[in-house]
């Protein structure tokens, strides 16, 4: 059987899964880099492997979330992905349901206060 600790960790894991999305689109207002962007999150406390990034970074450009360019002029190439027009859209549509999401979970949980 799996001690609460496991379980935890399990759930926060799902949990992650699903605002990831919004967390990435926070970060490109302005162009990142794969790395730089893994830095960023890991920095606001959203620590974030380069082997869920990457795949999550090509999903999103398909869907046209996100724009990419390469630059070719340092040291080694690198790919910049900035948020387009609709990325900017989603997300705002993504940050108002997440409000809401913490409203009705607030609610139902008297605010985190044990019962």
């Known amino acids: 059987m799996e001690t609460p600790e496991e379980i935890v960790s399990g759930l926060t894991q799902e949990l992650r899964r699903g605002t990831i999305v919004m967390c990435v689109l926070s970060?490109?207002?302005?162009?990142?880099?794969?790395?730089?962007?893994v830095q960023r999150l890991c920095e606001a406390g959203m620590p974030t492997e380069a082997g869920t990034l990457y795949p999550l970074l090509r999903r999103l450009e398909k869907q046209g979330l996100?724009?990419?360019?390469?630059?070719?002029?340092g040291a080694k190439p690198r790919k910049y992905y900035a948020i387009t027009p609709m990325g900017k859209e989603v997300y705002k549509r993504?940050?108002?349901?997440?409000?809401?999401?913490?409203?009705?979970?607030?609610?139902?949980?008297?605010?985190g206060e044990e019962k």
């Open 27 to 37: 970060q490109l207002a302005e162009p990142q880099y794969g790395y730089s962007l």
């Open 94 to 111: 993504l940050c108002a349901q997440w409000q809401e999401m913490e409203r009705v979970i607030g609610h139902m949980t008297d605010g």
């Open 66 to 73: 996100l724009g990419s360019e390469w630059e070719t002029g």
